[in-house]
C-alpha cells in the first residue's frame, strides 16, 4: 500500500530528523507568515531601511539572520533571580506558564447499531502538562454486552513543533477478541487550516509489522450550539494479520457524522451516521460474517473537563 | 445588605428591541446581589454594608492610616452561593480617599488560607510599597499583615486589586480618590465612583485550565452555516467567502474578542449585578463627575449613558483637556472621569462588554428607585482587515506597489515590525509585519456608528510633556498570543521564560508595544508613566494602562526615574497569568 510506504519512508528518513531538531527546540515548521511572503532574511534585508536607523546597538549587532531580534537583547545581562533589587529564588513570582494541568477528554461515548448487531464505543484521552508538552493517554474500546472485544490504548509524548501541530511519539497496546499486539508510535496532530482537525500516527513493533491511522474532523456550526461534525479514519497495515482481524493494506474506513447539541462546550450529546467499510484482504476476515460493509446509527455523548 | 433590600428596586420592564432579541439572554443576576447575609458574622461587615455611601454598598475611608481586612466571604450573584475574597467585608472592597502629599499606611491583614497582595493601580511610589508578589516583595502570608507606607505625589482617581492569582477575579479590588492638594482644576457639585467588574460562579483557575484545552469554549459568536448562506444571498458567493477566508487560513475565529463571556460571567457595577441597578442620585442642573474604574478581570466596557454626552476630564488619574463624547470604551485597569449634567430624573448608566454578550448596568436618578430604559444589546461585529493585516496600504506599497486607498491608511507611515526570533515557533500563530498607528480608531464594534466615540488621539494632558528630553533609546515588544493553545506571551515568550527588560536609572526611552495578536491588551507598566505619543512622536498624555489594539503599534515615552524591579503585562487577568509579562529592572 503507498501510503503506508510513504509513512515507512518518511519515517525512516525524515521523522527522526525531525524529531531531533523539535526535541532540540527548534521550531520546524513555521506557520502562516501573515503577508504569505516567505520569511527568508533576504525579505527583511529588503526593509531594513524602514527602522528608522533608532534601534538600539546591541540590537544590530546580534547574531541572528538579518531582521529578526533578540528577545533578551533588553535585559542589559539582568535575570529575574538575581541581580540589585531581586528576591531570593523561593519568593520569585512563578505564573501560570510555569504550571502543569491536566484534562479528560472524552470524545465518543456511544452506542452504535449496525446491521446486525449493537455495541458500545469509547474513545478519549487524559492529558497532563502545558501549551507545548503533554503526556496523554489515548484509548478506544469496543465492547458488547459488557465484554470488551477490541481496544486499543496509547501513551504518547506530546510536543509542539508549529503553532497549531504536535509531534507525538510513544507506544500502543492493542487487545483484540484473541490476540494482543503492542507498537511504538510516531505521529502528528493538529489544526490544519479551515479549522480541520487531523492526526496521522505510524505504528512499527519489533516484529517488524507497522501501520498507520489518519483521522481527521471537521466542526460546523448549524446553530452557535448545534454542531455537524464529520469525521473520516483510515486504518493501514503493512503485512497481513489474520489473527488481529486485518490484511494488508488499507483494512478499514469509517466516514460518516455526529450531530451534537453544545448544552455548554463541554456537555453534548449527539446522534450520528457512520459507513465502516473493511477493504482489500480485510474483506476476506469479515465477509463471512457479513461485517465488511456496515451502516451503523449513533448516539453518545460528549464531554470533558 | 439590610438597607439595600429595603429599599424600593423597581422591576425593570424589558424594552421590545430587548424582548425581541435572539440571543441568549445573560444572566443579569439577583436582584439583591452581592454578600450574602447569612453570613453578617462580624461587625466590621456589617459596617461596610451598611454605610449609606453614594448610594450603593461600597463604605468610604479616609485619612491617613487604614486598615483592610481580606477574607474570604459567601456571595451570591447568580443564585448559587459561592465563596469570593472580600476586602473589610465587601465587593468592591472600600473606597479609599487619600490627599496629595500625605504619607498614608495601610495595614493590610491576610485571613485567607493563602498568599495575598495589595497592589496600588498607577499610584507612584517606591518598588517595595508596588505590591506585586514575588518582584515587589514576598507576598503577604496568612495570618500576616504587612504595612504599606508612602507618599502620596499625585491626585484623581486610581484603584487597588490583588495581584495574586486570580484573586482580583474574586472581588479583591476597590477604588482610591485621592484629593489634590490645592483646588481641583474639575468642577463638579458631586461625584460618584462606578467600578466595574465582573464575576464567574467557576473557580478562575479552571476557567483557565478549560481553556488550554479549547481556546473558543466561552465564544457562542461563532460563524455559522446559516450565516454565510445569509451572507451569500446578500453579498454573493465570491464577497461572503473572501470575508472568511482569512480567517479559515489563519485559524482565527473573527468574534474572537474576548476569552471570557456571559457564558460564564456576570457584570457588576459596584459590585451589583444589572438587575441589582448600582443607584446614584443627582439633583437637576448639577454637574456630576462619574469615576469609571475597569476593575474587571476580562471584560472590555463600552460605556455610554444615552442621551447623556459625556466629557472626558481625567483618565489614568490625569487631568486631559476636556473631550465631549457619547461612548468610550475601557480595559481592565484604564480609568476615565467624565462629567456630565443630567437635566431629566433618570438615565441609565450602560456599560456594554466588548463582545457583545452582556452588560453592566447602573441608573443616575434624581431619586432612589428611578429607572430608565436600558438599551437594546449590539450585535457583536467582526474584526475586520486591519485588526488581521493592519497597516494594509503600507503592505500594499511593500508588496505590489500599489496603493490601497481605502480605510484611511493611505497616509499612514509605513512602519516594519521587527519581530524577536522566537516569535517564529509554537508559542505564536500570527505576526503583523506593518502594524498600523492609527490611534484615531475606536476599536472593532464602535467603528461604525454615528455616536462620538473617544479614541487614545484625543487624549491631550493639560499638564503637557513633564519630560521634555529627547528618548535616548527606542525598544520594541512584540505583544504574542496562540489562541488554540492559550498562550499569552510577548516576544513569543512566556514570563517564565524571558529575562528582565533593564531600564537605565534616569533616561528617557521610547516603547513600541506591536500588537501581533488579535485581540486588544490593555498594557499597564508599574512604577512608572507611560507617555502616548502619536506616530509623529508629539506627546499627548500620561497614562499607567495603555490598550493596543490588534495589528496595532502603540508608542509612548517612559522617564525610568524608579529604581527597583517592576512589574508589566497584559491586564487581562488570564493573559497576565498565561505570561504575557515582563519584569522590569531600573538600575
Not at chain 2, 74 to 81: K, Q, S
Not at chain 2, 456 to 462: G, M
Amino acid at each position: 500500500m503507498s501510503t503506508l510506504q510513504l509513512f515507512a519512508t518518511a519515517s525512516t528518513i525524515k521523522l527522526p530528523l525531525l524529531l531531533t531538531a523539535i526535541l532540540a527546540g527548534t521550531a520546524v515548521a513555521q506557520d502562516h507568515e501573515i503577508l504569505g511572503q516567505p520569511d527568508s532574511s533576504d525579505n527583511h534585508q529588503v526593509h531594513a531601511g524602514h527602522d528608522n536607523g533608532t534601534m538600539p546597538q546591541d540590537m544590530t549587532m546580534l547574531a541572528q539572520p538579518a531582521g529578526e531580534r533578540d528577545p533578551h537583547a533588553y535585559s542589559g545581562g539582568y535575570t529575574r533571580s538575581s541581580g540589585p533589587y531581586s528576591l531570593p529564588p523561593s519568593q520569585q513570582l512563578h505564573l501560570a506558564d510555569e504550571s502543569k494541568f491536566v484534562g479528560l477528554w472524552v470524545d465518543r461515548l456511544e452506542t452504535r447499531n449496525g446491521d446486525a448487531e449493537n455495541f458500545q464505543e469509547f474513545a478519549g484521552y487524559a492529558w497532563l502538562g502545558n501549551s507545548y508538552e503533554r503526556w496523554i493517554l489515548q484509548s478506544e474500546l469496543e465492547w458488547r454486552d459488557q465484554t470488551v472485544e477490541e481496544s486499543k490504548t496509547e501513551l504518547l509524548y506530546s510536543r509542539a513543533f508549529a503553532p497549531f501541530w504536535n509531534l507525538e511519539v510513544g507506544g500502543r497496546y492493542d487487545h483484540g477478541d484473541k490476540e494482543h499486539r503492542e507498537w511504538l508510535a510516531l505521529g502528528v496532530s493538529g489544526l490544519a487550516p479551515y479549522w480541520f482537525e487531523v492526526s496521522a500516527t505510524a505504528y512499527f513493533n519489533p516484529e517488524g509489522h507497522s501501520a498507520a491511522t489518519v483521522e481527521a474532523e471537521y466542526d460546523l456550526y448549524l446553530t452557535q450550539r448545534l454542531v455537524l461534525q464529520p469525521r473520516a479514519e483510515a486504518d493501514f497495515y503493512g503485512d497481513s494479520d489474520i489473527e488481529a482481524g486485518h490484511g494488508k493494506g488499507l483494512s478499514k474506513s469509517k466516514m460518516g457524522f455526529r450531530l451534537r447539541y453544545d448544552f455548554d462546550r463541554q456537555f453534548a450529546p449527539y446522534i450520528g451516521y457512520e459507513r465502516v467499510h473493511r477493504h482489500g484482504e480485510t474483506i476476506d476476515v469479515f465477509e463471512p460474517l457479513g461485517q465488511h460493509r456496515e451502516e451503523q446509527w449513533i448516539a453518545g455523548l460528549r464531554f470533558w473537563f | 445588605m439590610k438597607n439595600r433590600h429595603s429599599r424600593a428596586v423597581r422591576t425593570m420592564a424589558p424594552t421590545g428591541a430587548e424582548s425581541l432579541q435572539s440571543r441568549r439572554q445573560f444572566v443579569q443576576g439577583l436582584i439583591g446581589g452581592g454578600l450574602l447575609s447569612g453570613t453578617l458574622g462580624t461587625s466590621q461587615l456589617v459596617r461596610a454594608l451598611e454605610a449609606p455611601v453614594q448610594g450603593n454598598n461600597t463604605q468610604e475611608l479616609r485619612g491617613k492610616v487604614f486598615n483592610l481586612t481580606i477574607e474570604e466571604r459567601a456571595v451570591n450573584f447568580t443564585g448559587r452561593p459561592r465563596m469570593a475574597t472580600a476586602i473589610n467585608g465587601s465587593i468592591p472592597g472600600p473606597t479609599l480617599r487619600w490627599r496629595e502629599g500625605d504619607e498614608v499606611t495601610i495595614n493590610v491583614t491576610n485571613r485567607l488560607r493563602e498568599t495575598t497582595s495589595i497592589h496600588w493601580h498607577g499610584i507612584i511610589l517606591p518598588f517595595q510599597m508596588d505590591g506585586v508578589p514575588g518582584i515587589s516583595y514576598p507576598g503577604i502570608r496568612p495570618g500576616e499583615t504587612f504595612q504599606y507606607r508612602f507618599t502620596v505625589q499625585q491626585s484623581g482617581t486610581f484603584w487597588y486589586h490583588s495581584h495574586s492569582g486570580f484573586q482580583e477575579m474574586t472581588g479583591m479590588y476597590g477604588a482610591i480618590i485621592v484629593e489634590p492638594a490645592a483646588d481641583s482644576r474639575i468642577q463638579a457639585d458631586r461625584s460618584h465612583v462606578l467600578v466595574l467588574s465582573e464575576w464567574t460562579d467557576e473557580d478562575p483557575l479552571y476557567v483557565f485550565q478549560k481553556l488550554k484545552t479549547m481556546g473558543h469554549l466561552y465564544n457562542f459568536n461563532q460563524p455559522t452555516l446559516p450565516g454565510l448562506l445569509e451572507d451569500i444571498a446578500n453579498e454573493g458567493l465570491q464577497a461572503a467567502v473572501g470575508r472568511r477566508d482569512m480567517f479559515n487560513m489563519m485559524r482565527m475565529k473573527p468574534t474572537d474578542l474576548a476569552d471570557l463571556s456571559a457564558e460564564t460571567l456576570t457584570y457588576l457595577m459596584n459590585g451589583l449585578t444589572p438587575n441589582g441597578n448600582s443607584t446614584h442620585l443627582f439633583e437637576k442642573g448639577q454637574r456630576v463627575r462619574l469615576r469609571v474604574i475597569n476593575a474587571a478581570g476580562n471584560t472590555f466596557f463600552d460605556m455610554r449613558i444615552p442621551d447623556l454626552p459625556l466629557t472626558v476630564v481625567h483618565v489614568d488619574g490625569i487631568d486631559v483637556e476636556p473631550v465631549t463624547v457619547d461612548e468610550f470604551r475601557l480595559g481592565p485597569g484604564e480609568t476615565y472621569d467624565v462629567v456630565v449634567t443630567p437635566t431629566e430624573d433618570a438615565y441609565t448608566i450602560f456599560a456594554e462588554t466588548m463582545e457583545r454578550t452582556g452588560f453592566a448596568r447602573g441608573t443616575l436618578a434624581t431619586q432612589p428607585g428611578l429607572t430608565a430604559p436600558v438599551p437594546a444589546q449590539r450585535q457583536v461585529q467582526w474584526l475586520s482587515m486591519q485588526d488581521m493585516m493592519g497597516n494594509m496600504s503600507a503592505m500594499d506599497r511593500e508588496m505590489t506597489g500599489m496603493d490601497h486607498g481605502e480605510m484611511n491608511m493611505a497616509n499612514m507611515p509605513a512602519v516594519q515590525a521587527r519581530h524577536a526570533r522566537s516569535e517564529f515557533g509554537p508559542s505564536t500563530d500570527m505576526r503583523v509585519d506593518f502594524p498600523r498607528t492609527n490611534l484615531d480608531d475606536p476599536g472593532v464594534g464602535l467603528r461604525e456608528t454615528a455616536r462620538r466615540v473617544l479614541t487614545l488621539s484625543d487624549l491631550r494632558s493639560l499638564d503637557g510633556e513633564i519630560d521634555p528630553r529627547a528618548p535616548e533609546r527606542e525598544i520594541e515588544l512584540h505583544l504574542t498570543g496562540n489562541m488554540e493553545r492559550y498562550s499569552w506571551s510577548i516576544d513569543g515568550l512566556e514570563y517564565g521564560k524571558s529575562t528582565p527588560v533593564h531600564f537605565r536609572h534616569g533616561e528617557k526611552l521610547r516603547v513600541h508595544l506591536h500588537n501581533d495578536t488579535m485581540m486588544t491588551h490593555p498594557m499597564h507598566l508599574h512604577g512608572m508613566w507611560s507617555d502616548l505619543e502619536d506616530v509623529d512622536g508629539n506627546f499627548l498624555t500620561r497614562r499607567h494602562t495603555l490598550p493596543v489594539q490588534p495589528a496595532q503599534r502603540v508608542s509612548f515615552s517612559v522617564t525610568a526615574d524608579a529604581l527597583g524591579r517592576w512589574a508589566w503585562h497584559c491586564h487581562l487577568l488570564l493573559h497576565m497569568d498565561a505570561g504575557m509579562f515582563r519584569e522590569v529592572i531600573v538600575t
